[in-house]
């Protein structure tokens, strides 16, 4: 056995050149980044990027000295200069040095924020086991929690920061918001010091779950920068390819290669579901078709859940723009495959996971009830929002067909032809049968949700067993109901009474049916934006313009086309354009700064080019092509 000594005042001197007996002459005072200077704050002098700059998301820039070899960047290393900031930083990791994290920063042994303490480990040691959303998640599997403990207190920071982030956040009731913050600032930095090293999936893991902090912290512009950059990564690690066809990839256990899938597939369920509503995060379209679903780790539903969005995302670019004449509108090839997609879902996913339509003569109190029993039987397996989201594909592939009828002229060739008229009517139908039936599966999860009895009445008692709680409902399912409300206003406002009369006869439309479809929405987004807005199962507040939601917009829209159904309008709305403004926390960490003003709201699809009461209209860059190509019609 052979014993080392050491020195402890030969290491300590060592680890500190200002203590060094060899080197007496002292380094220059180093002076504070130019931004602080003007703000005349205390700059940490963390280079390239202090921590004041870091956490406004700003640029950072030091003046030169005569001495300053100790902050020189190596040379592959991104120069510190006024145009490169903490996003540019992570743009550019993949053209950095191929370093590992055996190979930490020259400063990190000082940089308390970095170790790892008994009370980050008990903290997350607590989160990972013992909070429903975290264990109850696919994360446990994708970031395999029981190795990441058992190597807590040697693990890269970011990632390790980022999971105490999280964990603060969950206890929010129990730890004071000064602590969650530290946790915040502290990620946030490690994120910016580490992530210039070697991309791995630990670090894409930690650019994940800083965007959900970052979301959960009003910080909507760096959530999107972060998640951006963390499908940068992903492209860089050729996730989106699968395994099997790679061979990078050949020494990787099965294991290692079904987290890979995971952690793509995950990366798209957010990817998909954003493009499906209108707010891009990335402009490189990803194939949903190249990598094979990972063993164990989702259920049927997720994917399934993924391709309707997918094709949602399709039917977006497809009638992003006007059809060059109507004939072209009825030979769609791009239509024809995309029906095709939708019954290939409807195929791949099992029927008790859906709540499929019955027949049009069933009972609405017997409807609920197989509902009801259906949900009881298979408990989780039932998915609402997939069964709300495919019919809304359905009604989102039929819609212009739809628009056609009403803007056909009564002596149009296509109104004679009996093909075209199979075509229009099989599309009237489906859109009608696809937003009642939206419509029915909102009454049932009203009607079956914990804490709420607004639709009960004493002559008629709700016996629906309450099987789903209040807070459970999410924000999601509302472009669904958007896309039907669309649907059941234009039939009753729009379209001709011939055409009325023959869907009556066929499946059993009436304004009455149209106008209680539209009011079950109505109360399910108002319930659905109080629940955003922290004040579950209450009316909206009486200054509700200083609170709005990514929901106020279709909200509003829908209340419209109601009182238009209703006739309750009594004049012509005034000219009208609804738009959406994005907010995000400044600087400053307090004041709700706008970051997109005059945006086109999040939906599957607007109103493709007509109005509501004569004067509101949707703000999108297609309406307008849509509102000329039926003048063109008409």
């Not at 490169?84 to 000082?110: F, K, Y």
């Not at 940089?111 to 040691?125: E, G, R």
């Not at 009517?425 to 489906?430: D, K, V």
């Amino acid at each position: 056995m052979c014993l080392v000594t050491f020195d402890i005042d030969t290491v300590l001197i060592a680890s500190h050149p200002k203590k060094s007996r060899s080197s007496p002459q002292m380094p220059q005072r180093v002076k504070p980044c130019e931004r602080c200077q003007h703000h005349r704050k205390k700059c940490d002098l963390t280079h390239p990027t202090c921590g004041r700059c870091f956490k406004a998301n700003a640029s950072c820039y030091f003046r030169p000295e005569s001495d300053t070899s100790q902050f020189e960047s190596s040379p592959g290393s991104l120069p510190s200069t006024s145009n490169h900031t903490l996003i540019d930083r992570i743009v550019h990791a993949s053209e950095e040095p191929q370093t590992g994290w055996d190979v930490p920063p020259v400063n990190s042994l000082l940089d308390s924020d970095s170790f790892a303490t008994i009370q980050d480990y008990m903290l997350v040691m607590e989160f990972v086991n013992k909070d429903p959303w975290f264990s109850k998640s696919i994360f446990p599997k994708l970031i395999d929690t029981d190795s990441f403990m058992e190597a807590f207190f040697v693990e890269p920071p970011p990632l390790r920061l980022v999971l105490c982030t999280l964990a603060v956040q969950a206890l929010y009731d129990k730890i004071p918001s000064l602590v969650s913050k530290n946790y915040y600032r502290r990620a946030r930095k490690a994120v910016s010091k580490y992530m210039m090293l070697r991309p791995s999936i630990s670090n894409l893991a930690a650019l994940y779950l800083l965007s959900t902090c970052a979301g959960a912290c009003n910080h909507a512009a760096f959530a999107d920068a972060i998640f951006g950059h963390a499908l940068d990564m992903l492209v860089h690690l050729r996730l989106d390819i699968d395994p099997d066809d790679s061979t990078d990839c050949d020494y990787l256990t099965e294991r290692e290669k079904n987290q890979r899938r995971g952690w793509f597939w995950q990366c798209m369920n957010v990817v998909k579901y954003a493009s499906a509503t209108g707010d891009t995060i990335h402009h490189t379209y990803f194939s949903v078709d190249q990598v094979k679903q990972p063993d164990g780790f989702f259920t049927v539903d997720f994917f399934q859940f993924i391709k309707v969005n997918d094709t949602i995302t399709s039917l977006r670019s497809l009638w992003s723009t006007a059809p060059s004449s109507t004939f072209s509108l009825f030979e769609s090839e791009e239509a024809a495959h995309l029906s095709k997609r939708l019954c290939h879902i409807l195929q791949e996913t099992p029927s008790h996971h859906l709540l499929l339509p019955l027949s049009t003569s069933t009972n609405l109190s017997d409807l609920c009830q197989l509902y009801a029993s259906q949900c009881s039987r298979f408990q989780h397996l039932v998915n609402l929002r997939l069964t709300l989201d495919y019919h809304a594909a359905i009604s989102l592939l039929h819609r212009p067909m739809l628009y056609l009828l009403a803007h056909l002229a009564p002596n149009s060739p296509y109104l004679r032809n009996s093909v075209f008229i199979d075509a229009l009517t099989q599309s009237l139908h489906r859109c009608y049968n696809s937003a009642i039936h939206i419509a029915k599966v909102e009454f049932f999860s009203l009607t079956a949700t914990k804490r709420y009895h607004e639709l009960d009445s004493p002559s008629q008692p709700n016996t629906i067993p309450k099987l789903f709680e209040l807070e459970s409902w999410g924000s999601g399912a509302s472009f669904s109901q958007f896309e039907a409300a669309i649907v059941l206003w234009f039939i009753t406002r729009k379209l001709p009474k011939q055409w009325q009369a023959a869907l009556s006869l066929s499946h059993g439309y009436s304004t009455e049916a149209a106008c209680w479809g539209i009011s079950v929405i109505l109360k399910s987004l108002e319930l659905r934006e109080s629940i955003l807005r922290g004040t579950p199962n209450r009316s909206p507040p009486a200054n509700e313009e200083s609170h709005p939601t990514f929901m106020t917009p279709i909200r509003d829209c829908v209340s419209y086309m109601l009182l238009d159904m209703e006739e309750l309008l009594e004049n012509r709305i005034p000219d009208l354009e609804l738009s959406l403004t994005v907010l995000s926390l400044g600087q400053d960490g307090e004041e709700l700064k706008p970051v997109k003003t005059d945006a086109d709201p999040y939906c599957f699809l607007g109103m493709l080019g007509v109005e509501v009461g004569g004067g509101m209209r949707w703000k999108a860059p297609y309406e307008e092509t849509w509102r000329e190509f039926w003048k063109r019609v008409g």
